[in-house]
């Protein structure tokens, strides 16, 4: 069976949105994975869409979503949280979650002409992949193909 994932951060508009993308990527069927926000916004943070796409992925119809979305509804295995504020909100409730701490800077906090935007959004984009490809290795999950 499928282990869930849920990645949280507060507006569930660029890291958390980043990480589910590239964790559903690189674990192919080993897991399902969702994303949330403690503090949803209204859209995906278009620099983000963008750098996303540079490797590959499309990003471009995701939407941020609330965890009240799968509170009580989802049973996750692991929760990811990818920022200090959704870490200090949501303490402990996922329940019997295996919790992951990944703090990254928030793309969107990122200041500067849009160059300089979208250089911070790769900036993060890259370390949250490093992050996930080695935790994979970690977890023995290896490497999907796709």
Same mark, same amino acid.
């Given at each position: 069976?499928?282990?869930? +994932?849920?990645?949280?951060? $507060?507006?569930?508009?660029? !890291?958390?949105?980043?990480?589910?993308?590239?964790?559903?990527?690189?674990?192919?069927?080993?897991?399902?994975?969702?994303?949330?926000?403690?503090?949803?916004?209204?859209?995906?943070?278009?620099?983000?869409? $963008?750098?996303?796409?540079? /490797?590959?992925?499309?990003?471009?119809?995701?939407?941020?979503?609330?965890?009240?979305?799968?509170?009580?509804?989802?049973?996750?295995?692991?929760? /990811?949280?990818?920022?200090?504020?959704?870490?200090?909100?949501?303490?402990?409730?996922?329940?019997?979650?295996? !919790?992951?701490?990944?703090?990254?800077?928030?793309?969107?906090?990122?200041?500067? $002409?849009?160059?300089?935007?979208?250089?911070?959004?790769?900036? /993060?984009?890259?370390? /949250?992949?490093?992050? +996930? !490809?080695?935790?994979?290795?970690?977890?023995?999950?290896?490497?999907?193909? !796709?």
């Amino acid at each position: 069976m499928q282990q869930k +994932i849920l990645v949280l951060c $507060t507006g569930n508009s660029a !890291r958390s949105q980043m990480a589910e993308a590239l964790l559903q990527k690189y674990s192919g069927e080993k897991f399902q994975v969702f994303s949330a926000g403690s503090e949803p916004i209204d859209k995906v943070f278009p620099p983000v869409v $963008t750098v996303m796409k540079e /490797i590959g992925i499309d990003i471009s119809a995701a939407k941020p979503k609330g965890m009240d979305t799968y509170l009580g509804h989802v049973h996750f295995s692991k929760v /990811i949280i990818v920022c200090s504020e959704a870490d200090k909100k949501c303490p402990q409730i996922f329940g019997t979650a295996q !919790r992951l701490y990944w703090p990254f800077d928030d793309p969107a906090a990122a200041q500067g $002409t849009e160059a300089q935007i979208l250089e911070a959004c790769r900036n /993060i984009r890259d370390q /949250i992949d490093v992050k +996930i !490809r080695q935790w994979l290795k970690e977890e023995g999950a290896g490497l999907s193909d !796709r």
